[in-house]
């Protein structure tokens, strides 16, 4: 049984569409990313797998229930945390827990198996006010508020956003466990970075999606010959780049990345050379490892 | 049952937290009551009135030792030119002038007929309306104790029921209750409603097995005890501290309270239903709730003079209709036979505004 079927959902604000056309299915037990800059539909996909907003067309399934027709089946059994942080900011983190517990129909004792991990780090704080906690803080008490039923699905919407890198691993790390419990997870992220963490990803812009593969698939796959590329003048060096002809260019950390397509070969001295024609000087040019990013710019276009 | 009573658990920790609800919550009615009871009052007491005695005689003496006497007046100063009032009242030295022209005593013993004028300050015109109405009833006094031989006088006795000395108090503090309720469950209700959309935990709440009209039930209780709990320190307040007793069935009282409170809970639903954030929300519950009850209700203005169009207004206003039946009860100590149409409607607007509530409540975001 799938634990997701997207087939064909759309959504529209005010006539401007948000979602076209998005399909996609989350198997069992996987962590399955949306992948997709600010803007790009991840929340209101969201939104529509957990009965929050209807569709305008397509139709999808959480746990073979329909999102339109078993809404309540739906809510009784997933577990969902917003983008922003959506707890009470005047309780403690027990008194939030024990809650959000209680509105699940079930006890902190119950499932204190999945969250204990989680629960063991925030246990130091528990009679502070969730709206004193740090970032990475407020995001674990709220996964442990959205894992304390148990549920069959667990949507997490850009849960690491405003978090710090330190803690920001350290939940994908307790996703992975969780998995293991064999709870299925769909989460999104704006940074690609975190998107060799999930078994599949789906990497969207502006409400479709442009692939669905998993990241190690995705970066074998990619095709083109990838340099990286640097210079003494980082501008010019990017006007430069522009002008090699059958390839595509882009600024990536210090470096530029200069992805070559795949009919024409070309060799790392072939652009040395061309750089250094256009008055660069401190010429480096390598093979660069090809990342879920490059494959992201790469599919944009 | 047990998930209802945590989310009322958690509702009260929300009020009971935030320090400047508690105080709107307290704060205000006791404030507003006393406020009302010692400093706003339109009652007439202890008003500077110039005495212009060009008679000087003894009738002119005896009225202005009984004017005197009277607690409602004190007299500024009595002087003989007429050129002095106006500098007066301009000053601000005093709010009436009483003229007792020459001869008074001559006219009122030889021809029967004399007379004294009366001057006051209209600028406020219901204060000069009373001074009027206390010299002329002090001067009638007088005359009818000098015709006590004479036949054929008419001596009409004005007595003022339920409130013997038109105190202002009585008046008052069922409008306060009103008031207070208003704020208090239209606004509140609506602003801790409207919170969990805005700070987003509405839609992890909606995302649960928690049924969504629930969350408004939850949110109504605490609300609905603590009003509950004004209404007692009101009351407690008036009774002992201004003076003004309950003369109906207190149970009576409590019942129609209830009913009221559940009126403006259902007010501050609506509310909450109809707007995102919790500023609007404020808003309208502030101009769209609070200016009509004081403007309608009957406790400021008085609504039989107003023209018909707002008479009619006047009757959508819930307070209204609240303020009527407490004044029947606590001050007439009429039972519910004299208040059970007020009720009805307010049961009739409870209903209306629960109902649209309930088709408008949207179990889904947007």
Redesign the interface.
Known sequence: MKAVIAENISKQYDGKPAVEKVSFEVNEGEIFGLIGPDGAGKTSIF?IL?????PDGGSAQVHHWDVVKD?RAI??A?G???G????????TVE?NL???A????TTIQENYHLIEDIYVQLEPFKNRRAGKLSGGMKQKLALC??LIHKPKVLFLDEPTTGVDPVSRREFWEMLKKLKQQNISIVVSTPYMDEASMCDRIALIQSGSILSIDTPQDLVKNYGNQLFRVKANDRYRLLEVLKSVPSTKSYAFGEYAHVSVEKDHQMDASEIAQHLQQNGLTEVEVGEAEVTIEDCFINLLH | MKRLLVFIKKEFTHVLRDKKTLLILFGMPIVQVLIFGFVLSNEVKNTDLLVIDQAQDRASKEIISKVQASEYFDIASVTFDVQDVEASFKKGKSKAALILPKDFEKNLMTKHVAQVQILADASDPNHATTIENYLTAIIRDYTNSLNASMPYTIIPEVRMLYNPQLKGAPNFVPGVMALILMLVCVMMTAISIVREKEMGTMEVLLVSPFKPIMVIVSKVVPYFILSMLNIVSILLLSVYVLGVPIKGNVLLLFGESALFISTCLSLGIFISIKTQTQQVAMLISLMGMLLPTVLFSGFMFPIENMPFPLRMISNIVPAKWFYIIVKDIMIKGLGFAAVWKESLILMGITVFFLGISIKNFKIRLA
């Open positions: 939104r957990t009965t929050l907003l209807l809404w809510r009784n997933v969902y945390m917003p922003k942080f959506s707890l009470y900011q005047d309780l008194e024990h809650f959000f209680t509105v699940f129909n508020c959205a």
